[in-house]
């Protein structure tokens, strides 16, 4: 293989890698913030009214679900909710609320 050949692999490989250290470092500054949000939990009141945990207001923002409409019911009052993706809730929000549980996970509100 050439020195040129080489180098240009070498430079691609570089460049590869600093692309990746940037995401990394992204991603990482990222997830400082959300725990600092976390454990600072200054939008206490707006949380819990939307009927949502620390973890699911926080850290858990990135719920994946397939592009499908989905419908399913509370799992206390039975109303059906309809989602706009195959990420459901176990609670509608008015229930979540008035059972102090976590409209997303099920988790008990702090």
């Known amino acids: 293989m050439s020195a040129m050949r080489e180098m240009e692999k070498m430079a691609k490989i570089n460049c590869r890698a600093i692309n990746v250290k940037a995401r990394h470092k992204e991603h990482v500054n990222g997830m400082s913030v959300r725990l600092i949000q976390y454990y600072l939990d200054y939008g206490k009141r707006d949380r819990l009214q939307s009927g949502l945990c620390k973890y699911c207001a926080y850290i858990g ?9 989905t419908k399913c019911n509370c799992d206390y009052c039975g109303i059906e909710m309809t989602f ?4 459901t809730d176990c609670f509608c929000a008015k229930c979540a609320v008035e059972i102090k549980h976590c409209k997303h996970c099920g988790q008990k509100l702090d």
């Open 61 to 69: 923002t990135d719920r994946v679900g397939g592009a499908a409409i």
């Open 84 to 87: 706009g993706n195959t990420c």
